[in-house]
């Protein structure tokens, strides 16, 4: 496994891989990695002769007062299952290496970025599609692999790689959930062992709302309140939002019908967390 | 020479060369081929084994009120030209093939489309660059090839290369220009007979002010006013701006030094001329 600091680095690693008229498969993370990213390692082995995991806090796409400074970074255990996962190239540049000069250009995709987290994170997917574009034109590859738990960064990554006519695919994998529910995620390990017992909630006020989707409810100001009222059984919790949208759009849908995404953000304490789940509603 | 008019195409027919081995040059252009892409398409012949035109008048980089519709498209004689001159394929998509849906993603350069025609035509580097991108992201070409005489537009495309980190080089050629000095621009066809008569004035003016920096002026103020003045002796021209500025940051230079872009944008009746000279105005 090669570990490229540098984007000349990456890039002629790249070419070499491409020559051998290899597969490119790319997974974009931010490192401290969980099973989530190795389902993601996995799938790209599957369909990539060739995969290359970047590992990049990024930071345009923290808001000032975020976590971009605690954001955990063990870059010796994410390579130690890089390569136990048979990774062919590590991509870890430096801030320094990928904004060298100050940032003049951003990539910007409106609407989508808007609602959900994009009320509460003005700019993060705007350095979300702009780091990503950046990691695509340096990797190149033929396919990219992102999880379901980000849904609006799907979408938005989704519909810049159409606008944009970007040569490559988005794979999109499932969420990774601990045994009790909670999903994957790097920030999990900020949760205290009482935060963490709770948190399964969030989980569990999903399959809930799911539950009252297959008894028929289809009033979307219903559904929402069901989710709120059991995410309230956290004592101190702060629901962020609550929102039932089409799964491309991102557009509200009421009544419900189709294929929605019921998405959720929460705070426990100062640990923000998301997660979401697709619901078939079927037509009526 | 191969005619695509379907990004499929393309991308099919760019493949095929690469494949080959042959390194691939880009001329973005939309249309009314004149000289001055004859130059562009000239210097990506004798830079690359495969040369990319594209004809598309791009629907995004033009404002409410300006001239999208009267823009000319003499398709057949601009694949006239393409062929007389090696080219190995023309693209020339419709706006239905490239912005096919509603577009939502955008490519914004900050700082450096605020001056200069970025006063006059808000959007239109946003367009420009965000087609660009789109452009290279069909053909991934090796290099790109542009004209000096829209300087900003280079600065602007340069800037979203490097801070996007794009695997192509951007080429930028010579201003060519017909016998009496005016810059060569699709847009020369609009003037009438008085005013292609007095439009040589423009690159009289931008003479003058070099004359003026090689005899030691190097006050801003005095030099765009000297350019101003040659200007104003074509009856009711509206000068909408003059100005000395840094070439690659498109910043004001005063006392002016090193290398500065002296530019201009004129109105000639309802038709827009812009020009520009870069000149070595020295250390002190």
Known sequence: MEVANTIDAARRAVKQARKQGKGI????????LHRGHVSLIEAAARQCEFVVVSLF??????????????????????????????????????????????NLTWVDVEKLTEPLCGRFRPGHFRGVATVCAKL???VLPDRAFFGQKDAQQVAVIRRMVTDLDMPLEIVVCPTVREADGLAMSSRNQYLTAQQRGQACTIYRALKHCEDRIGQGIRDAGLLVAAVAEVLRQVPGVEIQYVSIVDAETLQPVDPVSGEVLVAVA??????RLIDNIVVDAGHS
Chains 1, 2 share one sequence.
Do not use: W
Request: hydrophobic share 35%.
């Open 25 to 32: 498969g790319l997974v974009p993370t931010m490192g401290a």
């Open 266 to 271: 929460v705070k426990l304490g100062s640990t």
């Open 57 to 102: 806090v990024n930071p345009t796409q923290f808001g000032p007062g975020e976590d971009f400074n605690k954001y955990p970074r063990p870059l010796d255990q994410d390579l130690v299952i890089c390569r136990a996962h048979g990774v062919d190239l590590v991509f870890a540049p430096t801030a320094q290496e990928m904004y060298g000069r100050q």
């Open 136 to 138: 695509f034109n340096v």
